[in-house]
T-cell receptor, first 114, second 110 residues
Framework: DSGVTQTPKHLITATGQRVTLRCSPR?????VYWYQQSLDQGLQFLIQ???????AKGNILERFSAQQFPDLHSELNLSSLELGDSALYFC?????????????FGPGTRLTVL | GQQLNQSPQSMFIQEGEDVSMNCTSS?????WLWYKQDPGEGPVLLIA?????ELTSNGRLTAQFGITRKDSFLNISASIPSDVGIYFC??????????FGAGTRLTVKP
């Protein structure tokens, strides 16, 4: 158990819908990262937050958005869902904002878009 | 998105053998990272490298940050069955954006 929690574990929805994925970082970690893992695109970094502020942006679509709340949990919002958005979405946390020397991943949320 | 070139794609080795895998890119990175992912689990960060030429070990794992800052390798010595999994490299830019390799799937035969 990494100490990072993600909910829900599984999510099945239809094209065009909107979903919210939730992540709680490890106690004491200020930085949260979101990643997408799919069969055709592999692992992709989406976005990073540090202490409530956006810190880095990767291959995140405009239909996707995220935020980190004052209690440090984070939510990833996916809207106008397409079949290709079906993937595993991982959240990870670390203490620092910059160079990663320790990083802990959650168990992931498996999103299926039908 | 642009991926790193990670090779080999898969490896089948005998327990006790050494393993070597590498990643190359046309981009320069500030940080190289190596992860391992077991089936049904999230990735686990194994080693992080911050300086060109840096050689870092973590138990039986050794990784190096290439001098050109465009490549990195990971070696595993004396492999054991629990080394089975998928190993990913990742390069992190100065702005903290990251790119991942497609992974090396390692199978260790006892």
């Amino acid at each position: 158990d990494s100490g990072v929690t993600q909910t829900p574990k599984h999510l099945i929805t239809a094209t065009g819908q909107r979903v919210t994925l939730r992540c709680s970082p490890r106690s004491g970690d200020l930085s949260v990262y979101w990643y997408q893992q799919s069969l055709d695109q592999g692992l992709q970094f989406l976005i990073q937050y540090y202490n409530g502020e956006e810190r880095a942006k990767g291959n995140i679509l405009e239909r996707f958005s995220a935020q980190q709340f004052p209690d440090l949990h984070s939510e990833l919002n996916l809207s106008s869902l397409e079949l290709g958005d079906s993937a595993l979405y991982f959240c990870a946390s670390s203490v620092v904002a910059g160079a990663i020397n320790t990083q802990y991943f959650g168990p992931g949320t498996r999103l299926t878009v039908l | 998105g642009q991926q790193l070139n990670q090779s080999p794609q898969s490896m089948f080795i005998q327990e006790g053998e050494d393993v070597s895998m590498n990643c190359t890119s046309s981009s320069i990175f500030n940080t190289w990272l190596w992860y391992k992912q077991d089936p049904g689990e999230g990735p686990v960060l194994l080693i992080a490298l911050y300086k060109a030429g840096e050689l870092t070990s973590n138990g039986r794992l050794t990784a190096q940050f290439g001098i050109t800052r465009k490549d990195s390798f990971l070696n595993i010595s004396a492999s054991i069955p629990s080394d089975v999994g998928i190993y990913f490299c990742a390069g992190q830019y100065a702005n903290n954006d990251m790119r991942f390799g497609a992974g090396t799937r390692l199978t260790v035969k006892p």
